[in-house]
């Protein structure tokens, strides 16, 4: 693999070892692989979408046994009531809650795992309260890499749990403020050679673009107009994108999708950004939101978004806490109970839509990127119909929902 | 569909109308749906598993846009860890909680909405406490066909939510008992010609029969020689061995899978039956088991798995909590995180293993039937390795799991 591919900052070009164990450049760029002979990249048979897309990733194999079953998740096109809501002929959903912890974080752990092995790494390390530590937990068992998840001290036993389960070691940092702990831990690590993977490293990103390839082949070579991904470190939608971008760079496809960055109105350091014209993130701290996976309040991979939307023309849009509330609702009405940071997308492709910023028949992908088991506190904020009902009143309680129909 | 099946009792072979609202025969036995032509049945090409086994099924075809995407979960060969636990060489993991609700569930519920869509039906009904209760609301919700979810009054809010964010009609049952309140709501639903779908309807059935057709494509045709189901209402299991007893009878496989019936000891009205020579479920009552998504304590599809245990040469046995938690704990550390309930399959192999009932070198599947996510309250029984570390002794705890590997 190593002799294979580099590393390059995503702004300023500037070149970097495969085995960095910084995630970022120097100057805090994002960091990217570049893949040699991409131009000649070909599709190949395989059973593994990592087996037909070879030529375009830094893997000349994946080992079958560090996999849990990522991947092949489902594209649905949304029912009458979501397309009426967002005023669009073709939305699909992509529901990466399919995954085997339930999160898109999955395909990301595949490839730093990967990496693990072919580094030869005994242990691997991460940051994180929620999806990123379960899913690297999950994937460091599977393969027998030890895991360290480090998480603030506030971080509820549930979420621990999930990842505590696994057999990773938890360690609960005791810091008055959570990127001063993540500050020193980065700092340590590098000292210590300890790599500590992100949700936006370079060899995450890699794994991510198997969800490009994926809906390749779902959409039968054909490219979406748009894809909505809620954002927060970075990694999901640059990964989706570099997908698509090297897919064009081969010729096997001549248009690129436009990226829709997505954020909580509460914590929008990009998106902020970017419809304020500023070139930097804009770092939200102290804020509340909801959607609990979307929660990077000073992201490092933030520039480079910004600087592809406008190289790229891709679309940013905010969603306030109870747009967020009652997307939630109306995706679970049409089948899909996903955590708050997921349900973003829907009301923002809906703003955009009514601000003329996507035309009516334009397929627009948005991306389901975790369970809505993962955050059950959250549903405190959601109606339900239930009714209490004495053993012989059911009857009457019965007719009532028959006859109202 | 309708002149093309008609429903048979599994004991008796007596005939019902395919249109029978209740999921039973008078007699109280098992109806399954007979599918005429089976002989002659050919799989298919298409894109869909109902699409290329649609010979197989009642259905001449199913409305895409009911479907959530069920199905197409992976299959994974157990690791070294596992392989040893059991003492197998070749154990594979069928992970159902990549389903869209995150458990088996959602098979069966894709083919009682296909019915109830031709049956013309605008309301469909279950008793559930959990997972049958969340699938069939989000089916419901899917497909624009009304759900009322019947719960005993003491089911955790959690759970309701995950039904009734989907807009389901949640009632909470006031009685003193649950099974007294099960026989009531059937018998006022009987009157009302309201369709109560349970867990081993004749339909549901029909719909984990994709279970058994995406194993004979994913073992590439060969037949596995033995399935561990956990096993509750009686449905899944059936439903697996139905898919293969009708691929036999066409001839394009020549044997059949032995099941293995898992039961928590606490809970075991089946297993107990079958290991004292009863032709008749022994039913439970007041008991407590950690698995709690299988905790029918008098299955009335109960006396139709005794009977093919006996017929075809099943296994069967029974677990006790303190198993069920171990293996809970053992799945985890080998990357699957799952509700007790489908852990209870791994200590059942690893018992009947060591009785010499299995042989070494047997293909042995086990089903993952739940996310772990589905109960988290549960995790109180796990042990997770968590230290509460300080800012400045960071260094000291890395070195400390560096060093000791």
Known sequence: ??????????????????????????????????????KNAKIRDGKYLW??????????????????GEGNTALIKADKKLLDFVDLNNLYLKNETQNPTWSFKDRGSLACI??????NEF?????????????????????????????????????????????????KIIAPDYSEMKKKVLSIAKKMNLRIVSGNGPIRVEGYKMVSFELFEQFERKVPDYIAVPTSACGHIRGIFKGYRELKETGIITNLPKMIVVQAHNNSPIVSAIKKGKKHVIPFSNFHTIAGAITTGNPMGGDEIIDKVRKYGWLAEDVTEEEIIESQKRLAESGYFVEPASATSLFAIKKLRLAGKIE???????????????????????????QEIKLEKIETAISKILNLS
Do not use: C, W
């Open 360 to 386: 009516k028949d334009a397929s627009v992908v948005m991306m389901l990127t975790g369970s809505g088991l993962k955050d059950s506190e959250v549903l405190k904020y959601q109606k339900a119909n239930v």
């Open 114 to 119: 990967a990496m693990a092995k072919e580094m």
């Open 1 to 38: 693999m190593t002799n294979k591919i580099k590393l390059v900052s995503t702004i300023s070009d500037k070149i970097y070892p495969f085995e960095r164990i910084e995630e970022f450049a120097n100057n805090g760029e994002s960091l990217e692989v570049k893949i040699k002979g991409i």
């Open 51 to 68: 087996q037909r897309f070879v030529d375009f990733l830094p893997f000349s194999t994946i080992d079958e046994s560090i996999s849990l």
């Open 123 to 171: 242990v691997t390390a991460t940051i994180s309260t929620g999806n990123m530590g379960a899913s690297i937990a999950a994937y460091g068992a599977k393969s027998g890499i030890k895991v360290i998840v480090f998480v603030p001290d506030y971080t509820p036993k549930e979420k621990i749990m999930a990842m505590g389960i696994h057999g990773a070691n938890v360690m």
